[in-house]
């Protein structure tokens, strides 16, 4: 028997838009109504009730942290009534993680080939800005990016990102905006044209072309479309008051009929990234695209968060905004109601004012001393201080004199990555082994940056002050004796950049920070190491950027240019995010330091909200206003309107995250800089003080910081054999991300792979007369050009000729029968207890209820009777025993073998067959829960070193000069 398909606590709204099925459905979720809860159970109720499979459904949320929650409820509600059902199979992701599916699925139909790059926003924007002269060269640039004379080549590269940004989120042809007559438009479409084309040729992708990509596989391929269509039954997307045009298109090409299966969730009164390109419109225009009466629509109005004065107070912040224009209004009415329930009647919306900066910082002190002392307030992660940016002075200083009042601060966003020691120490370490950079890194003899004084007096400087400590005398010597050979270097080294930083490890000034025991206690203990491995990361990526593999005398010069004067010059003026745990959003033992957007989604017993200085601010350009007459779509806000409005949206954001008590806090200025600012004085003078003697913080009992247990992925070659291989190199380059140094690849290898994979999707669209001799070596001689290109690797020509004759061989072998053959490439997973276990199958084969799992290899076939083969063969076996219980577990099917094929392999059997074992799957099984236990427990623990994975590793100058304490894992 079942359990209760749709949850009893359940109110009657939630459970109308739970069963709610039939046709386009627009749920108008408030703050704290159970949006989350709703999405889940509707999720449920379709699977339970209406008999959809994974693959019908898609479920499209704003972040891939709320895609990895929602993913770890669905699974446990399923787990809890006994369901089982395959999360992998089903679309729930972001817009972009869908959309890359998608071209990696269908990448024979779009522009991309094999290996592409996908870039982030950074690397977008130093993809341009390597480009900059090109887009210098096309006439009227200045009406877009500013006068080159005027503004830095950085600036004007940040520009040019939104702009062309804006183009793909828009969904514009850059040939439409070529013919236009306004010059700086036709301007911008000479720049998304030049742009798409260096897309093409460095076979990369930027997150808003992932879209673009994806829209155009929609409607230029309508077989696929199609099948999308019939395969996906159910859409619903979450935040949709945050999606901008080009998403409401792909999801429009998806929705057939006049009455899709489409719902959208959403609350016009939180959006918030309109610089991001998202529209309010699609959200308040949703009703809009059916015919009259077809599109339901579900109130959510009831607050399970917050107390009702706080409540009270947030619904009159919305209703001091005049929402109506020329007949139209911009704001769907509602009025949000605390739920049902006692709540303490004292004061809880309160302001904290001070007239001076020391006077505020004191306040907030005994403001949070209070709170402690009052016996409500067990841990400071129950308080978090909102602001508009956390990179203000003022909010700095805020942050700096509570840690040194010994309260920890989380605010990974505050831009202090470069302020951090354990960052300036590795950088002055740098900068000492190259003793020319002074030197070399002035252009011309009157040139200065900026960035410069920050080298010299807060990197160099104390870096070299701790050399003159007798601690480090070892450092010193090992220092002064690179620094020679770098001032004379003749020849070749064998290391570059990041190389030197691995070395830096094993010397006390830096392994201090790197001890295990810190990453157990806490936040504020682990933030240095976790900060090491985020600067491993940007060396690593300025060398595949500059092509820098080892330091050369004939670049070296330029390489220190590039690297100091542009690329850290850059991550430093754009400021760099420290890091987040995606599964505690407010660390126990921190008060947070956020700003509004990052607060978005979250609560907190206590919210104080600053920057009650700012104003309504203008966010578009000249060139926006011309843009809009060649937009897809009309014009919707009165773009004068859209400052006022967005300002309202964004500071109820701000007060709808207080669950017990809200504070307005500002250090309070009259005349020019007035705060508050007239905006908020309304509503801030009323307010009792928090000091105020109807005030008892005692008698407001403060609620819990929820706990997020988020299921983690976990695969057996990323993670299982990694940690059994060396726990210590599985601590710093998965749990601390540490960039390993570019290894060649298995270049080889790989090229088989892939082209096996080539033919396996063919057959598979049931295309097997393409596969014949001259189209395999197209697709191995395509593969090998962009592989080779990303990896800057090559393979000699009698060796690239044996590659292809592995593929050859493999497809003579099957004698082109591929009947056998039931999936390739499938990406499987299994929603465990506490983790998602995953792994990725080369080919399902067989018949019926019963099938076998092929697994390729291109080395040499190993001998089952040599011992020496005998450790490899066993990690192999328990891979597949992996893979089959995940597949046993997910679809009811039976696996009877399990096989390595040696694609080598000439005239004997290419197979190495397995028979399954259940006792053996379930002992391997057991061994990797007790792994991801240890993982989840940060217990890296090793009873000694493992010579075989020192003699290469990058950590084995930190090993052999680490004071080991080992230890037998329990």
Same mark, same amino acid.
């Given at each position: 028997?079942?359990?209760?398909?749709?949850?009893?606590?359940?109110?009657?709204?939630?459970?109308?838009?739970?069963?709610s099925?039939?046709?386009?459905?627009l749920?108008?979720?408030?703050?704290?109504?159970?949006k989350?809860?709703t999405?889940v159970?509707?999720?449920?109720?379709l699977i339970?009730?209406?008999?959809?499979?994974?693959?019908q459904?898609?479920?499209?949320?704003?972040?891939?942290?709320?895609?990895?929650?929602?993913?770890?409820?669905?699974?446990?509600?399923l787990v809890?009534?006994?369901?089982?059902?395959?999360?992998?199979?089903?679309?729930?992701?972001?817009?972009?993680?869908?959309?890359?599916?998608?071209?990696?699925?269908h990448?024979?139909?779009?522009?991309?080939?094999?290996?592409?790059?996908?870039?982030?926003?950074?690397?977008?924007?130093?993809?341009?800005?390597?480009?900059?002269?090109?887009y210098?060269?096309?006439?009227?640039?200045?009406?877009l990016?500013?006068?080159?004379?005027?503004?830095?080549?950085?600036?004007?590269?940040?520009?040019l990102?939104?702009?062309?940004?804006t183009?793909?989120?828009?969904?514009?042809?850059?040939?439409?905006?070529i013919?236009?007559?306004?010059?700086?438009?036709?301007?911008?479409?000479?720049c998304?044209?030049?742009?798409?084309?260096?897309?093409?040729?460095?076979?990369?992708?930027?997150?808003?072309?992932?879209?673009h990509?994806?829209?155009?596989?929609?409607r230029?391929?309508p077989?696929?479309?199609?099948?999308?269509?019939?395969?996906?039954?159910?859409?619903m997307?979450d935040?949709?008051?945050?999606?901008?045009?080009?998403?409401?298109?792909?999801?429009?090409?998806?929705?057939?009929?006049?009455a899709?299966?489409?719902?959208?969730?959403?609350?016009?009164?939180?959006?918030?990234?309109?610089?991001?390109?998202?529209?309010?419109?699609?959200?308040?225009?949703?009703?809009?695209?059916?015919?009259?009466?077809?599109?339901?629509?579900v109130?959510?109005?009831?607050?399970?968060?917050? !107390?009702?004065? %706080?409540? /009270?107070? =947030?619904?009159?912040?919305?209703?001091g905004?005049?929402? @109506? *224009?020329?007949? $139209?209004?911009?704001?769907?009415?509602?009025t949000?109601?605390?739920?049902?329930?006692?709540?303490?009647?004292?004061?809880?919306?309160?302001?904290?004012?001070?007239?001076?900066?020391?006077a505020?910082?004191?306040?907030?002190?005994?403001?949070?001393?209070?709170?402690?002392?009052?016996?409500?307030?067990?841990d400071?992660n129950?308080?978090?201080?909102?602001?508009?940016?956390?990179?203000?002075?003022?909010?700095?200083?805020?942050?700096?004199?509570l840690?040194?009042?010994?309260?920890p601060?989380?605010?990974?966003?505050?831009?202090q990555?470069?302020?951090?020691?354990?960052i300036?120490?590795?950088?002055?370490?740098?900068?000492?082994?190259?003793?020319?950079?002074?030197?070399?890194?002035?252009?011309?003899?009157?040139? !200065?940056?900026? %960035?410069? /004084?920050? =080298?010299?007096?807060?990197?160099?400087?104390?870096?070299? @002050? *701790?050399?003159? $400590?007798?601690e480090?005398?070892?450092?010193?010597?090992?220092?002064?004796?690179?620094?020679?050979?770098?001032?004379?270097?003749?020849?070749?080294a064998d290391?570059?950049?990041?190389?030197?930083?691995?070395?830096?490890?094993?010397?006390?000034?830096?392994?201090?920070?790197?001890?295990?025991?810190?990453?157990?206690?806490?936040?504020?203990?682990?933030?240095?190491?976790?900060?090491?491995?985020?600067?491993?990361?940007?060396?690593?990526?300025?060398?595949y950027?500059?092509?820098?593999?080892?330091?050369?005398?004939?670049?070296?010069?330029?390489?220190?240019?590039d690297?100091f004067?542009?690329?850290?010059?850059?991550?430093?003026?754009?400021?760099?995010?420290?890091?987040?745990?995606?599964?505690?959003?407010a660390?126990?033992?921190?008060?947070?330091?956020l700003?509004?957007?990052?607060?978005?989604?979250?609560?907190?017993?206590?919210v104080?909200?600053?920057?009650?200085?700012?104003?309504?601010?203008?966010q578009?350009?000249?060139?926006?206003?011309?843009?809009?007459?060649?937009?897809?779509?009309?014009?919707?806000?009165p773009?004068?309107k859209?400052?006022?409005?967005?300002?309202?949206?964004?500071?109820?954001?701000?007060?709808?995250?207080?669950?017990?008590?809200?504070l307005?806090?500002?250090?309070?200025?009259?005349g020019?800089?007035?705060?508050?600012?007239?905006y908020?004085?309304?509503?801030?003078?009323p307010?009792?003080?928090?000091?105020?003697?109807?005030?008892?913080l005692?008698?407001?009992?403060?609620?819990?910081?929820?706990?997020?247990?988020?299921?983690?992925?976990?695969?057996?070659?990323?993670?299982?054999?990694?940690?059994?291989?060396?726990?210590?190199?599985?601590?710093f380059?998965?749990?601390?991300?540490?960039?390993p140094?570019?290894k060649?690849?298995?270049?080889f290898?790989?090229?088989?792979?892939q082209?096996?994979?080539?033919?396996?999707k063919?057959?598979?669209?049931?295309e097997?007369?393409?596969?014949?001799?001259?189209?395999?070596?197209?697709?191995?001689?395509?593969?090998?050009?962009?592989l080779?290109?990303?990896?800057?690797?090559y393979?000699?020509?009698?060796?690239?000729q044996?590659?292809?004759?592995?593929?050859?061989?493999?497809v003579?072998?099957?004698g082109?029968?591929?009947?056998h053959i039931?999936?390739?490439?499938?990406?499987?997973?299994?929603?465990?207890?506490?983790?998602?276990?995953?792994?990725?199958?080369?080919?399902?084969?067989?018949?019926?209820?019963?099938v076998?799992?092929?697994?390729?290899?291109s080395?040499?076939?190993?001998?089952?009777?040599?011992?020496?083969?005998?450790?490899?063969?066993?990690?192999?076996?328990?891979?597949?025993e992996?893979?089959?219980?995940?597949?046993?577990?997910?679809?009811?099917?039976t696996?009877?073998?399990?096989?390595?094929?040696?694609?080598?392999?000439?005239?004997?059997n290419?197979y190495?067959?397995?028979?399954?074992?259940?006792?053996?799957?379930?002992?391997?099984?057991?061994?990797?829960d007790?792994?991801?236990?240890?993982?989840?427990?940060?217990?890296f623990?090793?009873?000694?070193?493992?010579?075989?994975?020192?003699?290469?590793?990058?950590?084995?100058?930190?090993?052999?000069?680490?004071?080991?304490?080992?230890?037998?894992?329990s």
């Open positions: 028997m079942l359990a209760p398909l749709i949850s009893s606590s359940a109110n009657p709204r939630q459970r109308d838009a739970i069963t099925t039939d046709g386009p459905l749920i108008i979720a408030g703050p704290g109504s159970g989350t809860f999405l159970e509707r999720v449920v109720y339970t009730e209406k008999g959809v499979t994974p693959e459904l898609m479920v499209v949320t704003f972040t891939d942290k709320a895609a990895q929650e929602l993913t770890t409820r669905i699974a446990n509600r809890a009534i006994g369901v089982r059902f395959n999360l992998n199979e089903m679309y729930l992701g972001t817009f972009h993680s869908i959309c890359l599916r998608w071209l990696q699925d990448r024979e139909f779009t522009r991309l080939k094999r290996n592409f790059t996908l870039m982030d926003q950074f690397d977008q924007q130093y993809f341009l800005y390597q480009h900059l002269r090109d210098d060269a096309i006439p009227g640039v200045e009406l990016l500013g006068d080159p004379q005027k503004t830095s080549a950085w600036y004007r590269t940040e520009k990102l939104r702009w062309v940004n183009v793909s989120e828009e969904a514009l042809e850059p040939e439409a905006l013919a236009a007559p306004d010059p700086a438009i036709s301007t911008l479409g000479r998304a044209a030049l742009y798409r084309q260096q897309l093409d040729e460095a076979n990369a992708l930027d997150f808003s072309a992932i879209q990509e994806a829209l155009r596989l929609l230029f391929y077989a696929i479309r199609d099948a999308m269509r019939q395969r996906i039954a159910y859409l997307v935040e949709y008051q945050d999606t901008n045009t080009i998403q409401e298109f792909i999801l429009m090409e998806l929705a057939q009929g006049e899709p299966n489409l719902c959208v969730v959403g609350d016009d009164d939180q959006g918030l990234y309109r610089f991001r390109g998202a529209t309010i419109r699609n959200i308040l225009q949703f009703k809009e695209k059916f015919a009259p009466g077809v599109c339901k629509q109130f959510l109005e009831t607050n399970y968060r917050s !107390h009702p004065a %706080i409540i /009270d107070f =947030y619904n009159g912040w919305m209703a905004q005049d929402w @109506e *224009h020329d007949g $139209q209004t911009f704001r769907y009415p509602k949000i109601v605390p739920r049902d329930d006692a709540f303490p009647e004292r004061p809880v919306v309160l302001k904290l004012a001070a007239k001076t900066a020391d505020w910082h004191a306040e907030v002190l005994d403001l949070l001393h209070g709170l402690r002392d009052a016996g409500t307030l067990t400071w129950q308080v978090a201080f909102l602001f508009r940016s956390v990179k203000h002075e003022q909010v700095r200083g805020l942050a700096t004199f840690e040194a009042q010994g309260i601060v989380y605010s990974p966003r505050a831009n990555f470069f302020d951090r020691e354990e300036r120490l590795i950088i002055g370490a740098l900068i000492f082994l190259f003793p020319q950079f002074p030197q070399v890194r002035m252009w011309k003899p009157d040139a !200065h940056l900026d %960035i410069w /004084d920050y =080298y010299d007096e807060q990197c160099f400087r104390p870096f070299a @002050e *701790h050399l003159r $400590q007798p480090n005398a070892d450092l010193l010597k090992w220092a002064r004796r690179k620094a020679r050979d770098h001032m004379a270097l003749t020849q070749n290391y570059a950049f990041a190389g030197l930083f691995y070395e830096l490890l094993r010397f006390p000034l830096f392994s201090r920070y790197l001890d295990e025991t810190l990453l157990q206690n806490g936040l504020l203990d682990s933030r240095p190491m976790r900060n090491l491995g985020l600067f491993s990361q940007m060396l690593n990526k300025f060398e950027l500059h092509h820098v593999s080892v330091l050369t005398p004939d670049y070296l010069e330029k390489n220190l240019r690297l004067n542009q690329f850290l010059r850059f991550l430093h003026d754009g400021g760099i995010n420290e890091y987040e745990d995606e599964a505690e959003y660390p126990s033992g921190h008060v947070s330091f700003t509004i957007h990052q607060a978005k989604g979250l609560e907190f017993p206590v104080v909200v600053g920057s009650l200085g700012a104003v309504p601010r203008k578009y350009s000249a060139v926006d206003v011309v843009l809009e007459g060649y937009l897809a779509r009309p014009p919707y806000e773009l004068e859209t400052k006022f409005y967005d300002f309202r949206r964004l500071y109820y954001t701000a007060f709808s995250r207080a669950q017990n008590l809200l307005l806090t500002a250090l309070e200025v009259n020019t800089g007035r705060t508050p600012s007239r908020f004085t309304d509503y801030y003078t307010l009792p003080s928090w000091r105020a003697g109807q005030v008892k005692a008698a407001v009992p403060l609620a819990h910081i929820k706990d997020v247990k988020l299921k983690r992925e976990y695969s057996f070659t990323s993670h299982l054999t990694v940690f059994e291989n060396c726990a210590e190199q599985y601590r380059f998965r749990e601390l991300a540490f960039a140094l570019r060649n690849p298995i270049l290898g790989t090229l088989v792979h082209t096996i994979e080539d033919i396996h063919t057959v598979l669209r049931g097997q007369q393409r596969v014949t001799a001259d189209q395999i070596a197209a697709w191995f001689d395509t593969n090998y050009a962009y080779t290109r990303r990896e800057r690797v393979l000699a020509p009698p060796i690239r044996l590659a292809l004759e592995h593929v050859l061989r493999y003579r072998r099957n082109n029968d591929w009947s039931r999936e390739a490439e499938v990406d499987v997973s299994l929603v465990k207890d506490e983790y998602i276990l995953a792994g990725k199958v080369d080919l399902i084969q067989g018949e019926g209820d019963t076998e799992v092929v697994d390729f290899k080395e040499r076939k190993l001998d089952v009777n040599d011992p020496r083969d005998r450790e490899r063969l066993n990690q192999y076996r328990r891979q597949l992996v893979y089959a219980h995940i597949i046993e577990q997910r679809t009811g099917l696996v009877s073998r399990t096989h390595l094929y040696y694609t080598s392999e000439e005239g004997g290419p190495i067959s397995f028979d399954k074992n259940t006792r053996s799957v379930e002992r391997t099984i057991a061994v990797f007790e792994v991801v236990q240890r993982i989840e427990a940060k217990d623990a090793i009873p000694e070193r493992p010579a075989k994975a020192c003699s290469a590793c990058d950590l084995r100058h930190y090993c052999d000069a680490k004071n080991w304490e080992f230890r037998v894992p």
